[in-house]
């Protein structure tokens, strides 16, 4: 992971470099009843495939590279990212015949570019601290690292014990537990020391390589680590996880009245902040245009949002039809203005890559994820952000922030829509709404 920017009021993100492999060739057959004809984390989970809370967690947390490990019905899973996920960068991989879990990661590992990557579960939501992960993992110099989740009285998964310095120490079999830490189906992985090993085609993660690996290193310098995280789990391969993920994924209703100083406000900037330029840019200060009401509603928005972070895509930059100077000097136009006003701004994020596919270029969650970086009490699931195109309601919804459509330039915008919470005609409304 690279390491901050510094926190300051314009800031141009760089892309993380971090790279996942999605398992997303099972079956699925305990769930056939429920969902069926479906790979497994395609099966709907409050409204959406499984997959897509998967693909998020793994971006809220720096990842910005995806392999997809696919197999039956894998057109499926194709389709579904080629119609949702167009400016996500991933590869695609496709077993002829079922690998298992570890000759399909063998497979993956093949296209892999990054020296370590997180190797996910497609039915699997783990939300843990990647970055706490990774940074023990790197540390300790790992060929894996496990994600292990502590339970309580549960029978339906075996038991990873460690030993004093984290390393495992033991792989238990499924039984009636009172408590214990299982595998998370999470792991992060050294992909050159895992190709080294001699394996065949199709062969289990599990049971070949991490249990076969412990039974082999006795004495020996093997490094498989884990790391205990208590964070939310869910696996949707039975029924009953199923159907219970449907409550606990469900996004919660944005109620504006329970905002308090908790929350961050994201905010996009032409057709919200200021008057959009259609089909152009603004190129100068003097095109700068503030919306009606602006600079002053920034004075109760900064009465009631910890944080007030800008978000924009700024394309005429990296199509030099301007200079970073001169987009410079229109925010900092802004920043004065609301400040003198008595209002305030945090700060402000920028993507002026021409290539829909960068990490931080809207509907892509990287700029969240660079202000949560900066600002670390930021908790996206009470945050809220306010633009006027889909394309701003999908980065809320890829970041798990709420979402708030101005109509300022897409009045007739169909409402009711599954990416948008709340609808106004205007800033000026939102705020009067607060």
Request: proline share 5%; aromatic share 10%; hydrophobic share 40%.
């Amino acid at each position: 992971m690279p390491e901050n920017t510094s926190t300051q009021t314009h800031i141009h993100s760089s892309p993380f470099r971090g790279q996942a492999i999605i398992l997303a060739g099972g079956l699925g057959t305990r769930l056939r009843e429920a969902v069926p004809d479906l790979p497994k984390c395609m099966a709907p989970v409050a409204g959406r495939p499984f997959l897509f809370y998967v693909i998020n967690h793994l971006r809220r947390q720096g990842i910005t590279d995806f392999i997809f490990s696919l197999g039956y019905k894998h057109e499926a899973i194709e389709e579904y990212l080629h119609a949702h996920f167009a400016t996500l960068r991933y590869q695609v991989v496709i077993e002829e015949e079922p690998l298992g879990t570890g000759g399909a990661i063998q497979l993956a590992c093949s296209k892999a570019t990054e020296k370590n990557v997180v190797i996910a579960n497609g039915d699997t939501l783990f939300n843990v601290d990647l970055h706490a992960a990774s940074h023990f993992h790197l540390h300790n110099n790992a060929e894996c690292t496990l994600l292990l989740k502590p339970m309580q009285n549960f029978d339906r998964y075996g038991v990873v014990e460690l030993d004093a310095d984290h390393l495992v120490s033991s792989f238990k079999e499924k039984q009636f537990y009172k408590t214990g830490t299982i595998n998370g189906g999470l792991y992060l992985l050294n992909v050159a020391k895992f190709l080294e090993e001699e394996f065949p085609a199709k062969f289990s993660f599990e049971k070949d390589y991490l249990e076969k690996t412990l039974s082999l290193s006795k004495g020996n310098s093997r490094r498989i680590y884990g790391q205990v995280q208590d964070e939310y789990f869910i696996d949707i391969g039975i029924p009953e996880d199923f159907n219970r993920a449907q409550s606990e994924l469900r996004p919660a209703t944005l109620d504006l009245q329970q905002i308090d100083k908790s929350w961050t406000l994201f905010l996009d900037r032409d057709g919200v902040i200021n008057i959009d330029k259609e089909g152009s840019y603004i190129f100068s200060v003097d095109e700068f245009i503030f919306s009606p009401g602006a600079p002053a509603l920034f004075k109760k928005l900064t009465e009631k949002f910890n944080r007030i972070i800008i978000v924009t895509n700024q394309r005429g930059v990296g199509r030099q039809l301007m200079t970073e100077e001169t987009l410079a000097a229109i925010h900092q136009h802004m920043t004065t203005k609301v400040e003198e006003a008595g209002g305030k701004i945090d700060a402000i994020y920028y993507c002026s890559s021409i290539h829909n596919d960068h990490p931080e270029r809207k509907p892509n969650p990287g700029m969240a994820v660079r202000a949560k970086l900066n600002f670390p009490e930021i908790n996206f699931s009470k945050s809220i952000m306010v633009g006027n195109n889909l394309s701003d309601m999908h980065f809320g919804r890829n970041a798990g922030i709420h979402t708030v459509f101005v109509k300022t330039t897409r009045p007739h915008q169909e409402l009711p829509h599954p990416d948008i919470d709340l609808a106004f005609n205007g800033l000026e409304d939102f705020v009067k709404a607060l």
